[in-house]
Structure formats: C-alpha cells, structure tokens
C-alpha cells in the first residue's frame, strides 16, 4: 500500500517562504495526482493544490499568488511552496494521492500531516 | 464564491442513528459533485469512509453509508459507536479541477 510523509521546517518567520516535500513510498508516483491540504489549528480541511505527475497543475484561487507545486518523478516525490508566509499560514499541511485520474475521483491516501507555524 | 456547508456539530445517543449533511450556499449537491466523507480523529490524518456519493471505501463498516438527500450529500451513521466520536468532512467536485471541503461536523457520542 502506498505511504505518504511530508517533510520540511517546522518554524519559519512572517514573509518567508513554506516549502515541503511529500515523499512516495510502496508505489510510483507516475500515474496518479497529488495534492496539498492543510489544516490550522481547530479548523477545517482546505485544499491548497493538486499536480499530475506530468507536471500539469491546479491551485485554490484563494492561494494561487503565492502556491507552487512541483514534482521529481525520479525521487517520487512532490514539492510545496508558499511564499510570503504570515501568522494565518499556520497549519497541520498534509499531502495526499487521488484515487483516479478521471471523475469521480477522491482523496484515498493520506500523509500524516506536519506542524508549519509561522511566528516571529 | 460558493461555500461548501456541514452542521457544526451532532450528538448521538449509543445505537442511535445521525444523518450529517453537505450542501452548497449556493445550489444543489449531485452526483455531478461527486461526494466524499473523511473521519479525523484528534491528531490524525483523515480517513476515507464514502466516496462518489455512496461506496464505502475498504474496511469501513456497513453501518456507514452515503446518499443524496434532497439538495445535499447526506452521511448516515446507523448504531452509532463510542469509537464514532470524530469530526466528519465532506469534499465535493466543484468543477474546473476544484474540490473543495466542508467545514466539518463534531459528531458526540453520548
């Protein structure tokens, strides 16, 4: 079964930029989306982005200034950055695997979240 | 913008029944929208219970179900467990390549 797990800096200070990596384990990377989801403290699920292995990518209008999201089929892996980062920037960030490519379509495979907390 | 709406919390009694819900403040929530619910459980990642409105993912009980209830997505839990306290989210297809999730319901078992 494929496994997530994102990893990065835990801290950063207001204006500087969020950059994780989610790292595939027990599968390829090639065939699937991917996509970033956070979470601040006490709220709700948000959906930041999704990418093709392809590259071909979608982001939350909401975010879409400051998102980039990349991947490195070689180390099946997938990138976040968020630049200009401020206080409301702090969130559990998880990464997950759409089922399919087609509709319909669902998250099926979770990391299991990291803390990103922004303070100066 | 379209918000994606859940209430923001249910109690059940222990073998009691709750039906959540998931609609838009805008519309109706369709097959079209293509429904999925996830259960957290405090300091984990969500787990997917339903998808495409009513298959259960695998391992979920059949005591979990998924169905379209008027203008909404509606998840029903029949019998409900302690073990059921969770928040619960839905996620639809908004179309344009957005998914985009509700804002979550607390459920209470007691």
């Known amino acids: 079964q494929v496994q997530l797990q994102e990893s990065g800096p835990g801290l950063l200070k207001p204006s500087e930029t969020l950059s994780l990596t989610c790292t595939v384990s027990g599968g390829s990377i090639s065939g699937y989306f991917w996509s970033w989801i956070r979470q601040p403290p006490g709220k709700g699920l948000e959906c930041i982005g999704y990418i093709y292995y392809t590259g071909t990518t979608s982001y939350n209008p909401s975010l879409k200034s400051r998102v980039s999201i990349s991947v490195d089929t070689s180390k099946n892996q997938f990138s976040l950055n968020l630049s200009s980062v401020t206080a409301a920037d702090t969130a559990v960030y998880y990464c997950?695997?759409?089922?399919?490519?087609?509709?319909?379509?669902?998250?099926?495979?979770w990391g299991q979240g990291t803390l990103v907390t922004v303070s100066s | 913008q379209t918000v994606v709406t859940q209430e923001p919390s249910f109690s059940v009694s222990p073998g009691g029944t709750v039906t959540l819900t998931c609609g838009l403040t805008?519309?109706?929530?369709?097959?079209?929208?293509?429904p999925s619910w996830y259960r957290q459980t405090p300091g984990q990642a969500p787990r997917t219970l339903i998808y495409n409105t009513n298959t259960r993912s695998s391992g979920v009980p059949d005591r979990f179900s998924g169905s379209i209830l008027g203008n909404k997505a509606a998840l029903t839990i029949t019998g409900a467990q302690a073990d059921d306290e969770s928040d619960y989210y839905c996620?639809?297809?908004?179309?344009?390549?957005?998914?985009?999730f509700g804002g979550g319901t607390k459920v209470t078992v007691l």
């Open positions: 805008s519309g109706s929530v369709s097959t079209s929208y293509y």
């Open positions: 996620l639809v297809f908004m179309g344009s390549g957005s998914w985009v």
């Open positions: 997950a695997r759409y089922s399919t490519t087609t509709l319909p379509n669902w998250f099926d495979s």
